[in-house]
T-cell receptor, first 116, second 113 residues
Framework: DARVTQTPRHKVTEMGQEVTMRCQPI?????VFWYRQTMMQGLELLAY????????DSGMPKDRFSAEMPDATLATLKIQPSEPRDSAVYFC??????????????FGPGTRLLVL | AQSVTQLGSHVSVSEGALVLLRCNYS??????LFWYVQYPNQGLQLLLK??????LVKGINGFEAEFKKSETSFHLTKPSAHMSDAAEYFC???????????FGSGTRLSIRP
């Protein structure tokens, strides 16, 4: 049963610290999305990649957030420095990349981040 | 610009009752429409999607949704609610020239015994 995996599942850190979240997309998927979910803002798209190249990161605060795909099996989302307002659940999703916007996105279990 | 509105942030029904979750979209071009479900402490999972084929779409777990262009709606229904249906449900919209979908704010479904 192929699944998207995310690590860590939970992270508590202090303001100003660097946070790195990792995602392993489903093998063979070439589209990767990063979302942030909060009670106030709901589900927000931060960035997405196709074939490891960033296609849209307009939803991501550029001064502190960065997203990369070092290889086809790993996507990372970094926050440096972290702030309390970054506390949220961060989801990674992947897709086959064959059907454009109509394709199904497969979500990971999320990383629950708390910045004190 | 495309957008999606989910009416009712919280819906509560009795077990065995009809489930109706409302979604209206705004799009100037033919949309793709999705319903995703999120169980507690899990990621989202696709329930069903409309991609311009049949207007009545059947999904997993007995859910279905009907695309009504005249009403710009894509409401989600299930004839008989089960306790395991308690979750948050998200409607989403996309269209062919865009590269991403837009999610609604979600509706939390509670099931009363």
């Amino acid at each position: 049963d192929a699944r998207v995996t995310q690590t860590p599942r939970h992270k508590v850190t202090e303001m100003g610290q660097e946070v790195t979240m990792r995602c392993q997309p489903i093998l063979g998927h070439n589209t990767v999305f990063w979302y942030r979910q909060t009670m106030m803002q709901g589900l927000e798209l931060l960035a997405y990649f196709r074939n490891r190249a960033p296609l849209d990161d307009s939803g991501m605060p550029k001064d502190r957030f960065s997203a990369e795909m070092p290889d086809a099996t790993l996507a990372t989302l970094k926050i440096q420095p972290s702030e309390p307002r970054d506390s949220a659940v961060y989801f990674c999703a992947s897709g086959p990349g064959l059907a454009g916007v109509q394709e199904t996105q497969y979500f990971g279990p999320g990383t629950r981040l708390l910045v004190l | 610009a495309q957008s999606v509105t989910q009416l009712g942030s919280h819906v509560s029904v009795s077990e065995g009752a009809l489930v109706l979750l409302r979604c209206n979209y705004s799009s100037s071009v033919p949309p793709y429409l999705f319903w995703y479900v999120q169980y507690p402490n899990q990621g989202l999972q696709l329930l069903l999607k409309y991609t311009s084929a049949a207007t009545l779409v059947k999904g997993i777990n007995g859910f279905e949704a009907e695309f009504k262009k005249s009403e710009t709606s894509f409401h989600l229904t299930k004839p008989s609610a089960h306790m395991s249906d308690a979750a948050e449900y998200f409607c989403a919209v996309g269209y062919s020239s865009a590269s991403k979908i837009i999610f609604g704010s979600g509706t939390r479904l509670s099931i009363r015994p």
